[in-house]
């Protein structure tokens, strides 16, 4: 089983950028295509940015061009690096494998953008 920390989350102003690690047990990591999630109040969690063992990515529309994923394999680390961002990215922000493993979901990260 993979255990997965997030980290780096907080309260920022409209506008502005945070940078989320996720630290990953396990030598499994690197073979495994890794995402992004979100869960804003009320709503269902939704992948946001995906990244292959390789390197390619895939983002929702809602996150093109705000967001970038990217991984350091020797590190068992993935990243999201968020730019511009909105009141609507306001969530909990978690790790896991695409598709997730369900008894790998960790706390979170709580990211909420408000001025």
């Known amino acids: 089983q993979v255990q997965l920390v997030e980290s780096g989350g907080g309260l920022v102003q409209p506008g502005g950028s945070l940078r989320l690690s996720c630290a990953a047990s396990g030598s499994i990591f690197r073979l495994k295509a890794m995402g992004w999630y979100r869960q804003a109040p009320g709503k269902q969690r939704e992948v946001v940015a995906t990244?292959?063992?390789?390197?390619?990515?895939h983002y929702v529309d809602s996150v093109k061009g705000r967001f970038t994923i990217s991984r350091d394999n020797a590190k068992n680390t993935v990243y999201l690096q968020m730019n511009s961002l909105k009141p609507e990215d306001t969530a909990v922000y978690y790790c896991n494998a695409v598709p997730f493993f369900p008894r790998s979901w960790g706390q979170g990260t709580q990211v909420t953008v408000s001025s």
């Open positions: 990244i292959t063992p390789n390197g390619s990515t």
